[in-house]
Every structure is written in structure tokens, then in C-alpha cells.
């Protein structure tokens, strides 16, 4: 009669060891020593703290709004940004109901026939001169190319450089618009 090869005590613990120990030393990194990946999935700066918009800007609460806020007289980074902004919402398909678009005229309003020729739908504020300076207050300092994510609530979420891939502000807006109930 031949004897079978048991196996051995040793393997067994090796083959746990194997599956349990990078388990557990996942656990210990994430919750015992707050190491946390760097990776992140926006294209856009996320704004920290978040921005509520002033109260003069309440007709935009409800859906979300791509903002520029610049001179009104529309420069060429004006005009770069409002195209970006006009062609991100039209390629959203059927969500682009659930966007808006504004323009906050910190000066020099506006340049109608352009706005009417080329972006009609947009929402311009004409700012006076406390409107501006609160509107100034919540935004971040550099304006030119930049581009403003409002939420349905009336926060300042998100801001893009136009001057990057217009593919980055689209692949956020549709992850936006699926999680979000709101707007």
C-alpha cells in the first residue's frame, strides 16, 4: 500500500498568507495611517470651499449653468469661453435642456449683436458696481479663459481654463448630470 503525500501544515499557512496579508495591509495604510490615493477623476479645479453665488443671481437656481464673468465688451478670451461653454452644452445631447449659460458683465456691456447673433439663450447680468464687487468677492481672482460650474443650488463648484481640452468640461458635465438628481 502506498502512502499518499499529506500536505503540509506550512503550505496551507503560505497560501492564506498570500491572500490576507495584502488585504490587511491595505486596511492598515487606508485606515490606520490616512495614506489615501492621489488620483482624482475631474478635469476641472474643484473649488474649495465651495462658492454660493450673490442673491442677484437667483433666476439661475434650478439647473446648472456654465458662467463666464468678465468684461461685457467681449474679448477674444470672452468670446473663447462663451463658445466653449455654447458647444460643451450642445454636445450634452438631451441633457443640454438641464444646462444654462451666463454671462456676468463686470464692465463694458455688452456686445448685443454678437450675443444675439451667436449665443442666444444666454443669461447676461449687467453689474453695477456692488453687484460686481460681490461678485467679485466669491470668485477666484484670475478671470480670463475661465470658465464657472454652477450647480442647480446656486454654488460655484467648478473652474476650467477654456485654453485646455474642451473634452475634459464635457466628460465632467455628463458624470455631473447622471449623479445629480437636482437640475
Request: charged content about 20%; glycine content about 8%.
Amino acid at each position: 500500500m502506498t502512502e499518499t503525500p499529506r500536505p503540509s501544515r506550512r503550505t496551507l499557512l503560505l497560501l492564506i498568507a498570500l491572500f490576507v496579508l495584502p488585504l490587511a495591509a491595505s486596511f492598515v495604510l487606508y485606515y490606520g495611517m490616512g495614506w489615501r490615493p492621489a488620483g482624482n477623476t475631474n478635469h476641472g479645479e474643484l473649488l474649495q470651499p465651495i462658492r454660493q453665488l450673490p442673491a442677484f443671481t437667483e433666476k439661475l437656481h434650478g439647473q446648472w449653468i456654465l458662467a463666464y464673468a468678465g468684461d461685457g465688451a467681449c474679448s477674444e478670451d470672452c468670446r473663447q469661453s462663451l463658445i466653449f461653454a455654447r458647444q460643451t452644452r450642445l454636445s450634452l445631447g438631451q441633457d443640454a435642456r438641464r444646462v444654462g449659460r451666463a454671462l456676468f458683465a463686470t464692465g463694458h456691456c455688452c456686445d448685443r449683436v454678437y450675443l444675439d447673433a451667436e449665443h442666444s439663450g444666454i443669461e447676461v447680468f449687467d453689474l453695477d458696481a456692488a453687484q460686481r464687487a460681490e461678485l467679485l468677492g466669491v470668485l477666484p481672482a484670475d478671470l480670463a479663459y475661465t470658465l464657472f460650474v454652477i450647480d442647480p443650488l446656486g454654488n460655484i463648484v467648478m473652474r476650467y481654463d477654456v485654453r485646455e481640452s474642451p473634452r475634459g468640461l464635457l466628460d465632467d458635465m455628463k458624470k455631473l448630470l447622471k449623479l445629480s438628481s437636482i437640475g
